[in-house]
């Protein structure tokens, strides 16, 4: 029998935001990879791709021709995972198993530069800064109409990520019913909010700063951390100081503050693996279902899936698709190496 | 305003199991894709593999040499993910959002055949038989060691599913706490069958049964089914007709019906895109709590990556991680193609 030791024994680490427990096993790190290898790209892109169906002035799959846009471009997705249409749907009470309901959605497509060849890490602030305002923008425009209760703000960079176009991009799912993990993450912030009349993430900020361990940038506004609860090895979450519900709140400070610590976050990454570092992002934040959410506290999260290096991943199969997240490597280690991350991008040296 | 036709509009889809939703859209099957494409193992590979750690007669990473076994052949994995070790540790109460405790638990590995080169559609109904009856028998003796309360058997298979070794295995996690998935789906089915007493998957089958539109395959003692829920595209279960609460309380017909339905599903598999099919499968049963679970009814899932051909597959990433798990081709589709799939392997012809 030994005591507990927390950076090399296996065990659970529980995940407030969706009250569920995952796996850390430390000491799995050695394990030696035979496994697959992805590719790296790493041919130069040039500035403006004639065949980029996003850069400017180009035609799109619908015969459409992009502007000739200057810092971002919205447009409405072609491939649309859900339509405006308004459906008639007589629900039948018969179906305990097949139960479903139609689904009212809008999707778009944000551009984040004319550039074919930059991403968030390489822009300059004022680029970074006006991204942040069109999804300010979008988020209040989509959420004001009536039936999109929910607008999801995210981006799938990389290949690996089922990004299909280098061009940087991002994307807006708005719908009318909240999604999974959001209304799950909302009835925890909830439980919170209604015991100790503070948000769950005002209070856990604070504990973090304290100890400092999973800290991995911090301004005025925000703080860049891997989560105690972390499941992707790189994973972290940049959430306000403030309790802010929604984007829309943000000060002018605050929105610089956010361009510049999503400018330092991405270095960092990009320069642990001296790789354009691929990630899910998205931002977590109130419904827009025009009711009251003070317990919502603005947070962005980021997935990256790499693992050992630029093409090693970790895969969340087998045991984590049926079982629960596991990972080998400890959320402090990782906030520690990306820490230590140089501010300046690895392209620039 | 047009009428719901669930073949066409956008739509959620609930699962009873892990009670969520999920997205499904149709229409959005028709998307060009532009993005990556994996890699596809078309080597040929040998009856035995000199450097091969899981062929008999080999060493392993510690030393050991294995066995020259004739069918199965099983062992604790080297770089496990769990350790027996029990450890003395002290809860901090202090600790609202770094909750953690330690986990005890013991991997093992499967080698399902001694051949290198085959997989389980290529076996014999007999290697398949043997196969079922080592997770028997090590579902049994682990779930009989005082502090496993939970056996968790899964294969992952192909390298875009993580696995690092062709030779055909799958592992077995046992260990102290419920996974999270496990304890999800065991709070939906007792509180069904707490309602009903019956189970949920008995009534489910007997629905399935009735419309026929998602069975794959069906014998005396299985279902093979597209999950009316499912989120992976060519997803499939099979279930127990019976309610079998694990697997130890299989017949020895049932052992059999299983590996012939094992056989014949993962055949489908390998001719829907004439290549040896990539998947993450995995059984959920009754916990080895020692008490009673008369809720679990027996079933295998499989979640497997491929959505358009051999090299393209569908990306889980953006909204799926941070809103829900979204669908571009119908269960019932999925199931009618895999339906129409050869009962002869494509290699065999
Ligand atoms: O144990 P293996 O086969 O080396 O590893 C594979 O399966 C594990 C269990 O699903 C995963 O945690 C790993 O990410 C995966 O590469
Ligand atoms: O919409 P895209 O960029 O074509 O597609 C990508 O992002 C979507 C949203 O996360 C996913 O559903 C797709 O699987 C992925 O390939």
Redesign the pocket.
């Known amino acids: 029998m030994k005591n507990f030791d927390i950076n090399e024994d296996p065990h659970r680490r529980f995940n407030p935001l969706l009250n569920e427990w995952i796996l850390v096993s430390p000491h799995r790190a050695k394990r030696p990879w035979q496994g697959q290898n992805e590719t790296l790209a790493t041919e130069t892109l040039p500035k403006h791709d004639p065949n980029c169906y996003l850069c400017p002035g180009n035609v799109r799959a619908n015969g459409e021709h992009n502007p000739t846009y200057k810092d971002s471009f919205v447009f409405e997705?072609d491939?649309a995972?859900m339509k405006q249409d308004e459906i008639i749907f007589e629900e039948d009470i018969k179906h305990t198993f097949f139960k479903t309901k139609p689904e009212q959605g809008i999707s778009k497509v944000v551009c984040f530069s004319p550039r074919h060849d930059l991403t968030l890490p390489e822009m300059e602030i004022e680029g970074i800064e006006s991204i942040v305002k069109v999804w300010q923008k979008e988020y209040a425009e989509l959420g004001s109409i009536k039936y999109i209760n929910h607008v999801q703000i995210?981006e799938?960079k990389g290949s690996i990520m089922?990004?299909?176009n280098p061009h940087p991009h991002g994307?807006i799912w708005a719908q009318s019913s909240l999604p999974t993990q959001v209304e799950r993450t909302q009835t925890n912030l909830k439980s919170y909010f209604d015991k100790n009349n503070r948000t769950l993430l005002q209070d856990y900020v604070q504990a973090e700063l304290k100890t400092g361990d999973r800290v991995v940038i911090e301004n005025d506004d925000f703080i860049a951390l891997v989560p105690f609860w972390a499941t992707w090895p790189y994973e972290t979450m940049i959430v306000s100081k403030r309790v802010v519900n929604k984007i829309t709140d943000f000060t002018e400070e605050e929105t610089n503050s956010f361009a510049v610590i999503l400018k330092q976050l991405t270095i960092k990454y990009d320069n642990l693996f001296s790789t354009s570092f691929p990630y899910?992002s998205g931002i977590h934040q109130s419904p827009t279902d025009g009711l009251e959410h003070p317990e919502w506290h603005f947070h962005m999260h980021f997935y990256p899936p790499l693992l050992r290096s630029a093409t090693v991943k970790k895969f969340m199969v087998g045991y984590e698709m049926l079982g629960e997240s596991q990972r080998d490597i400890t959320p402090e280690r990782c906030a520690e190496v990306l820490r230590q991350q140089s501010d300046i991008h690895y392209k620039q040296k």
Chains 1, 2 share one sequence.
Do not use: K, L, P
Request: overall charge neutral; aromatic content about 20%.
């Open positions: 997705n491939f995972a995210f799938n089922g990004c299909s994307q899910s």
